[in-house]
């Protein structure tokens, strides 16, 4: 199986999801954790799936999930999979989340 990377150009035409769960410190991992399994066990085997990067705060109060699928029917198509809802239930369970619906707009580099 090819690797796919994440991509951030403008213009790239990929769809992209920036989630930002808020939870209590004593579960980020745990949610980490929850979402790092999702992604491992059943994201990347799903159709259109390109890059999922999942980040901690330093705070311990955030998780984010800066995802990429290859477009919105793909990632429509995910939320719809009986196998990825196990997940979603979890992680909602653990954390409340603002899933933010995005296309690259600009990018700079040093």
């Not at 890059?51 to 109060?61: C, L, P, Q, V, Y």
């Amino acid at each position: 199986m090819a690797t796919n990377t994440s991509t951030i150009r403008a213009g790239a035409e990929i769809f992209t999801l920036i989630n930002v769960f808020s939870v209590t410190p004593d579960h980020q991992q745990e949610l980490a954790n929850v979402l790092i399994e999702a992604t491992e066990h059943t994201m990347r085997h799903l159709p259109g799936f390109i890059s999922a990067n999942i980040h901690t705060s330093f705070d311990g109060r955030h998780v984010v999930n800066y995802a990429q699928w290859s477009s919105r029917d793909a990632f429509e198509s995910m939320l719809r999979n009986p196998d990825a809802r196990p997940h979603m239930t979890r992680a909602g369970a653990l954390a409340s989340f603002d899933p933010i619906l995005c296309e690259v707009a600009h990018v700079d580099h040093a």
